[in-house]
């Protein structure tokens, strides 16, 4: 298909724009003018129309079909927050406004979404305050260090460490060095966990924290969480938790009680919000009370008289992540979602969720190699490894499924499971769909041993088929010019 | 177990280098059964010649589809010349690793430094050790 | 139960294939001592009494919730006729920007990890990172950062990368927000942040010059300024280069439609905020951090990379490239910890590029131009009100009111619906009677004659 800048000729009249009103000559002298103009497509509205649809046609959403990327909760995201986040009153409003009228009565619907929206996340979590400037998941986890590197300070310094298991996605080390920490990786045990040992030889008086998910990435509720919460807080240190799997808690228990102390939460997970190819999300950030003088600048209060304003006098703040509040237009989203689902529901979609997790392990248990045994949680990991035997590797079985109408799983993470398979199916699933896809699964386990051929041709029913990655780094064609 | 290739006539190190010595030169390079693990290479990061290595600290990294990995010195000096090929032809890394596959030369290695290393036997017993 | 969609005999059916007797069964992994007690609550009847944790409200029906958050968003004023930037811009987005970058095939796609599926956002990313190079004149681009105060600071770090050097000379008129956002993220890091105080609303070139030395990683710019001024920074990138530093600069993607681009300049990394690129204002996001780059930088660059590629029949396609300096690789590494990031707006951004085409960027661009110098004529021509600088400006201008704080100014003309501009002594404590007005192709002629009475009235 060609690229917008191959469509159109020179001169093609583009979208109508709004009248001028006044000659356009300008007064700005030309040697700060650009030279030549930029090379923009010129094409009719049309055309782009076209071009874009087309596009959206070679793409696949949770709209499409059954996408069970493990720690990615993709669940389905409700049009009832897309028709909210259009409402005029947020969608137009400008982030300055609270600074024109003293206490932000411009804005007074915006920031009520703001704080109920925090209230119900701390009660969600156990946690004291939230903020929701946060722009994604990894952005909170920065926050969070960097909450954590300001608590420590304040207390007299001195920890220079973050441990971090070798089972943590790649955003916690990758988050704990950019906030200017050493990472200390421990080695998991069979069962993904922290090995206790390695543990408690690495936990020494320069840990500043230990940062954790729970359920852990394979799905598995670490049975010795508090205990590590106990000696991580004896030892002077803090707990992170790491939100990406708090769809299989929700209800069932809180980090906060657990013993977390800094929480991040990602919005376009747990909390149904659109994912949209990669983002727009949001990773707000909660904590424990001792921690709430630190939080970014600009927390939502109520007042007496039930009007909201915007706090700036944070004097130990550690100040901005973000240039205002936070992704508003996701937030209304998530908010809208946790209204919709109400306590009951929050708690029947971590139910469901492990319930179809587990639906998942329990059919397919047979058919591929299942690193731990017993039940797991809201995902479950598989490993491809005996279909190695006949030379059919994660990757084909991941493309095989591409050509039954599914959208893969995770493949290869965690990294301590070989040819991981790692399954998430959310609560939005039937068990039809769940079923259409084991079946799938079965189907691609039988040819790995009657037609492997076939499935490391895979895909074929795509616009294009497996793509020369060696080539796109050698090559580096990053841009049309 | 797959085919390693390990040569006598050369050192190494616990991290998968490989050290050729000539009196006071060392050329450096990584072992087969390091390119094997990171797959087709698509580039490297050398560092500048006349730069300070210490031993077992980084000194390039090797880029592949799936992996990034650091290069670590196996012994201090400074280095005297990179692998001019490398930027055009990064898979003979893949192809030909103890070759032309080549990183760079340090100079001003030590005796007792180059005597931590690894000898080919001993390399041999690492990688049995590390399959098993 | 809304979204979820189970029977009881689906559930009796799949808890026997599992060979548990009940979902509760499943939560057995959770130690009983860490699960509080929650009574079960119907769907339908208030609580009898109110639950020990986990005390959150009823479920509520979708036009409950509707009307609730409609409610809200009433309470907002969206009714002012607004002169407010900084930085954010009430530009008009063509209805063609919404219609396609909602199409749920976009909207509810995660990061394209399986390529041969996700063609459509690949291509569409490769389409915005070209569009952005050709704006911005420079070479590659990557694939969006959060914002572009989160994209200015990667610029810092990815400087401090190249050149191994620890000290960042950031020029006083580069945005407060932003600056503001720079200091909280090097506050645990061992980097010298040195900031130029603006001489003016202009630049402090002696200043500056005199800060470069061989331990400075990158000079930080902004054009047009917070202020609004244009300017051309060619002399101070040549002086970064000589002294080995790198020039960074964050610009205003719309007025690249007529202004000098950094590409033009010089400019090794160049940020932004892509907001003015279709996206609405939105109270403060989701916004467009971008980030393009000359190639020799690409390896250092951070957030994800497409690139183009063919297939096993020679078909061209698309692919995230350069994985191995991202997060889900190097780890503790990276060059970043970015993972998701703002794709969807950056999809926005290349229709509304592709929309507006050449010939309409610049058209936005001298509209906006033309209607701010308008205005500019039109308030300095009341009596007590200047210019804070005699500098060129693009379609934002600060004027120096003949009043103690320009923040009463603008009270008062809330009054008469009209958002007159954002007042600067909040950020610039010396400025306390100055006010930032921004001009968009939004703004009527008649608009910007009652702000021009009003103020009259008001001073």
Known sequence: MKLIFEKGVPGRPGTSLPEPELPLDLDIPAELLRQTEAELPEVSELDVVRHFTQLSRRNFGVDCGFYPLGSCTMKYNPKLGDEVSTYEGFRELHPLLPQLRIGGMLTQGALQVIHELERLLCEITGMAAFTMQPLAGAHGELTGVMLIAAYHRAAGGGKTKIIVPDSAHGTNPASAAIGGFQVVPVPSDRNGFMDLDAFRKALDDQVAAVMLTCPNTLGLFNPHIKDIADLTHKAGGLMYYDGANLNAILGKCRPGDIGFDVVHLNLHKTFATPHGGGGPGAGPVGVRSELVDFLPTSLVEKRGDGTYVLRYDKKNSIGYVAPFYGNFGVLVRAYAYVLALGRAGLIKAAEHAVLNANYVLARLRDHFDVPYDGLCMHECVLSAERQTRNDVHATDIAKALIDRGFHPPTVYFPLIVKEALMIEPTETESKDTLDAFCDAMIEIAELTETDPEALRRAPVSTPVSRLDEYAAARELDLASH | MAERDVQDDLKYTKQHEWVRVEGETATVGITDFAQQALGEVTYIELPEPGTEVEQGKELAVVESLKAASDVYAPASGTVASVNPDLEDQPDLINTDPYGAGWLCTIEGVGESELGRLLSSGQYRELLNQEES | ?459
């Not at chain 3, 208030?46 to 409610?71: G, I, Q, Y």
């Not at chain 3, 980097?191 to 030395?213: A, K, M, N, S």
């Not at chain 3, 009043?403 to 501009?421: M, P, Q, T, W």
């Open chain 3, 1 to 459: 139960m809304p979204y979820i969609p189970h029977t009881e005999d689906e559930r009796q059916a799949m808890l026997e294939v599992i060979g548990a007797r009940s979902v509760d069964d499943l939560f057995a992994g959770i130690p009983p001592a860490l699960r509080p007690t929650t009574d079960e609550l119907s769907d339908s009847a208030a609580p009898a009494e109110r639950p020990t944790t986990f005390d959150l409200p009823p479920a509520m029906s979708e036009f409950a919730v509707r009307r609730k958050l409609h409610t809200l968003a009433e309470k907002n004023a969206t009714h002012l006729v607004s002169f407010v930037g900084g930085g954010f811009y009430d530009h008009f987005i063509p209805a063609a920007v919404d219609a396609l970058a909602n199409r749920t095939e976009f909207v509810t796609a995660y990061t394209p990890y399986q390529p041969e599926m996700s063609q459509g956002i690949l291509q569409a990313m490769y389409e915005y990172q070209s569009a952005l190079c050709r704006l911005t004149g420079m070479e590659v681009a990557n694939a969006s950062l959060y914002d572009g105060g989160t994209a200015l600071y990667e610029a810092m770090m990815m400087a401090i990368r190249v050149t191994r050097r620890p000290k960042i000379i950031i020029d006083g008129c580069v945005s407060p927000i932003y600056r503001r956002m720079m200091d909280c993220y090097t506050t645990n890091l061992d980097i010298e942040l040195i900031t130029v105080e603006p001489r003016e609303g202009r630049t402090d070139r002696q200043e500056l010059e005199r800060l470069l030395d061989d331990r400075t990683a990158a000079v930080m710019l902004q054009n047009p300024n917070f202020f609004g001024i244009v300017d051309d920074f060619t002399d101070l990138v040549n002086a970064a280069h000589g002294a080995g530093a790198l020039a960074v600069a964050s610009v205003y993607p719309v007025s690249l439609g007529i202004l000098k681009t950094p590409g033009e300049m010089g400019f090794d990394i160049v940020t932004g905020e892509g907001q003015s690129l279709g996206l609405p204002l939105s109270f403060g996001g989701p916004y467009l951090g971008f980030m393009t780059c000359l190639k020799k930088h690409v390896r250092k660059m951070p957030g994800r990379i497409i690139g183009a590629t063919r297939d096993g029949e020679e078909r061209r396609g698309f692919v995230m490239t350069l994985q191995a300096r991202e997060q889900h690789i190097r780890r503790q590494k990276a060059t970043s910890n970015i993972c998701s990031n703002e794709a969807l707006c950056a999809v926005r951004a290349v229709i509304y590029l592709s929309l507006i085409g050449k010939r309409g960027l610049a058209s936005v661009a001298r509209m906006c131009a033309a209607k701010a110098a308008y205005a500019r004529r039109r308030l300095t021509a009341i009596d007590g009100v200047e210019a804070l600088c005699d500098a060129p400006t693009f379609n934002e201008f600060a004027l120096s009111l003949p009043v103690e704080n320009a923040a009463e100014v603008v009270n008062e003309l809330i009054e008469k619906n009209i958002a007159a501009g954002f007042p600067l002594g909040r950020y610039y404590p010396d400025l306390q009677n100055v006010l930032l007005i921004a001009v968009t192709e939004k703004r009527t002629k008649e608009e910007i004659g009652l702000l021009a009475e009003a103020l009259e009235a008001a001073l």
